[in-house]
C-alpha cells in the first residue's frame, strides 16, 4: 500500500499573508497540514508516500520522501497532477488525499481493507460542517447520491436541492491497479490526454455516466477542509487537540 498526497495548488481563496507558503505547510497547532497527514499515513503503517507538488515546490525539500512534480500548476488541475503519480498507481494499490483536509487515521484503516477498484470517503454529516463554512450550505456543495451497496450514482453536480446530496466528497480516495488502468484508459479514450483542466469528480461523474462501478466508504467523524481563510480558522478549531485517533 501506498499514498500520494496532491500539494500542487497555490491557494487562491486565501489571502496573501497565507498564500505566501503552499496551503498545505499552514500551521495547526504546532504542525502542518501535511506533517500531521504524514504522521496519520505512517501511524496506518504506510511508509511509501509521495507528494505532487506544483506551487513553492522547494518548500518540500526538507520531505524525504518521493516527489512528482506538476510543472503546469497554475493552470491545471487535480487530473493533471494525479497522471504525474502514474508510475506508482498504475503498480501498486494507492490512497490519494489532497493536502488541504485534515481528519482521522480510522478511515485510512478502512481504505486500505477496502478491496474494490476505485474507492471515495464521504462524510453522509456534512452539513454540520458545511454549516460552519458557509451561510447557505448550498452555495459550495455538489451531489452525491449512493445506494444501499454503496455504490455511487452521482457525483460533483451543482444542486439547489439538500436531497441531492447524501453525502460530501472530502478529496481522500483509493484507486488499485486496475481501477487506475480504467480511469487512464477513459481519459484517454474520451478526452484525448487533454485532461489540464478536469477535476477528479468530473471524471468519476462520467465514469459512472458509463456504467462502471464506483464505491463510497463512508467516514463517521471530524475532518476539515482549507479553501478560505474562515476555512483555515475552522480547521484549527476542529483540531485544537489532535493526537491522530
Known amino acids: 500500500m501506498k499514498?500520494?498526497?496532491?500539494?500542487?495548488?497555490?491557494?487562491?481563496?486565501?489571502?496573501?499573508?497565507?498564500?505566501?507558503?503552499?496551503?498545505?505547510?499552514?500551521k495547526v497547532g504546532e504542525k502542518t497540514i501535511l506533517e500531521l497527514l504524514i504522521e496519520n499515513l505512517l501511524i496506518c503503517g504506510i511508509r511509501d508516500i509521495?507528494?505532487?507538488?506544483?506551487?513553492?515546490?522547494?518548500?518540500?525539500?526538507?520531505?524525504?520522501?518521493?516527489?512528482?512534480?506538476?510543472?503546469?500548476?497554475?493552470?491545471?488541475?487535480?487530473?493533471?497532477?494525479l497522471m504525474k503519480a502514474d508510475s506508482w498507481l498504475s503498480k501498486e494499490s494507492c490512497i490519494v488525499t489532497y493536502g488541504d483536509i485534515l481528519y482521522e487515521k480510522k478511515i485510512i484503516k478502512n481504505l486500505i481493507d477496502d478491496e474494490n477498484k476505485i474507492t471515495i470517503s464521504y462524510d453522509r454529516n456534512w452539513k454540520n460542517l458545511w454549516k460552519?463554512?458557509?451561510?447557505?450550505?448550498?452555495?459550495?456543495?455538489?451531489?452525491?447520491?449512493?445506494?444501499?451497496?454503496?455504490?455511487?450514482l452521482e457525483i460533483g453536480k451543482k444542486t439547489n436541492e439538500y436531497i441531492d446530496i447524501q453525502g460530501q466528497y472530502m478529496g481522500l480516495m483509493k484507486f488499485n491497479p486496475k481501477g487506475w488502468t480504467i480511469f487512464k484508459k477513459f481519459l484517454k479514450n474520451n478526452f484525448k490526454n487533454k485532461f489540464e483542466n478536469l477535476f477528479l469528480?468530473?471524471?468519476?461523474?462520467?465514469?459512472?455516466?458509463?456504467?462502471?462501478?464506483?464505491?463510497?466508504?463512508?467516514y463517521k467523524g471530524k475532518w476539515a477542509e482549507v479553501d478560505s481563510q474562515k476555512d483555515y480558522f475552522i480547521m484549527k478549531k476542529i483540531f485544537k487537540n489532535y493526537d491522530h485517533k
Open 132 to 152: 460552519k463554512r458557509f451561510s447557505n450550505p448550498l452555495v459550495d456543495a455538489e451531489t452525491f447520491k449512493i445506494d444501499r451497496n454503496k455504490k455511487i
Open 201 to 218: 469528480t468530473e471524471i468519476f461523474q462520467k465514469l459512472i455516466e458509463n456504467k462502471f462501478v464506483i464505491k463510497g466508504i463512508e
Open 3 to 26: 499514498a500520494i498526497i496532491l500539494v500542487a495548488g497555490r491557494g487562491r481563496r486565501l489571502p496573501k499573508h497565507l498564500s505566501k507558503n503552499q496551503k498545505s505547510l499552514l
Open 50 to 81: 509521495a507528494l505532487v507538488t506544483g506551487y513553492k515546490k522547494d518548500e518540500f525539500k526538507k520531505f524525504r520522501l518521493k516527489k512528482f512534480h506538476n510543472n503546469k500548476w497554475k493552470y491545471t488541475n487535480m487530473v493533471y497532477s
